[in-house]
């Protein structure tokens, strides 16, 4: 069966929800939420905090191949409900997207297959919409970083 | 169709992106654009001619200068806007499924 990842943006509407099932049992995906080293492996990020609790803070950071920060990304858990429900705030460090508020809901469906929902609240319907834009950008750097790699070699 | 199709051949090219993407924030002059690239200014001027053409861009004039935006409208209009948002998305949550399915099997 194909599971698709469904993105829900509503014209004029300072939010968006990001739904998926998984063939996963739901403690299972929920661990690839909390576990630090399973984040880093599926976001491509890495973890510098997760604390998995109400008030804990979290703390994502990503470089490129020569070790220069590209991306750093964090906020607070506001609640944690063990294999139920995170509600966590989201900012991004020098990006003007504002901070999010994420609510990720999950859900089980079987016991081998669950459901994650993200519903995102914005600042403002602008800030919704600039981020959707966002990977644009992010397939011109990988064309960049493609070029420098391949310029390196010609050196 | 033919200018749906035209819209995405001008979406398909990283420096019409970027462009789109600096100039979703603000307004824009055509110098100003141009400024933010190492390509030629008249190549940044015929990639500013394409998206005017399909209309992703709106021209606006400002006393003496033109300023380039955004058509919201029509970027709206373009309803696989949003695809490389949840094909990012997809990607990953592909990767976290098999991650765990490994990991389940480990155990």
Redesign the interface.
């Known amino acids: 069966m194909e599971r698709k990842t469904k993105i829900d943006a509503e014209d004029g509407k300072q939010e968006l929800v990001i739904t998926r099932e998984f063939d996963l049992p739901l403690e299972l995906l929920f661990k690839a939420y909390i576990e630090p080293e399973i984040v880093e492996q599926w976001m491509g990020t890495k973890v510098l905090k997760l604390e998995n609790r109400r008030h804990g803070g979290w703390q994502f950071e990503t470089s490129d191949t020569q070790g220069n920060v590209v991306f750093r990304a964090e906020g607070v858990i506001h609640a944690f409900y063990p294999n139920r429900k995170i509600t966590r705030t989201f900012e991004m460090e020098n990006a003007s997207f504002g901070v999010q508020l994420e609510l990720l809901e999950f859900e089980k469906l079987t016991d081998d297959t669950s459901k994650l929902s993200i519903h995102t609240i914005f600042e403002s319907v602008a800030l919704r919409d600039g981020l959707l834009k966002l990977p644009f950008a992010k397939g011109l750097n990988m064309a960049h970083n493609r070029l420098q790699e391949i310029v390196s070699k010609l050196g | 169709m033919r200018l749906r199709r035209d819209v995405f051949q001008a979406?398909a090219d990283?420096t019409r992106?970027?462009i789109?993407?600096l100039v979703?924030?603000q307004a824009m002059t055509a110098g100003a654009i141009a400024s933010n690239f190492d390509t030629a200014r008249p190549t940044v001027s015929k990639h500013l001619q394409i998206l005017t053409e399909c209309e992703l861009l709106e021209q606006e004039q400002n006393g003496r200068e033109i300023y380039y935006q955004i058509n919201?409208k029509k970027m709206?209009e373009v309803a696989d806007?949003?695809e490389?948002?949840?094909?990012?998305?997809?990607d990953?949550?592909n990767?976290?499924?098999s991650?765990?399915?490994n990991?389940?099997s480990e155990k």
Do not use: G, T
């Not at chain 2, 490389?84 to 997809?90: I, L, Q, T, Y």
């Open positions: 979406i990283p992106r970027a789109l993407l979703a924030s919201a709206k806007f949003i490389p948002f949840r094909e990012m998305w997809d990953r949550f990767k976290l499924e991650i765990m399915k990991y389940k």
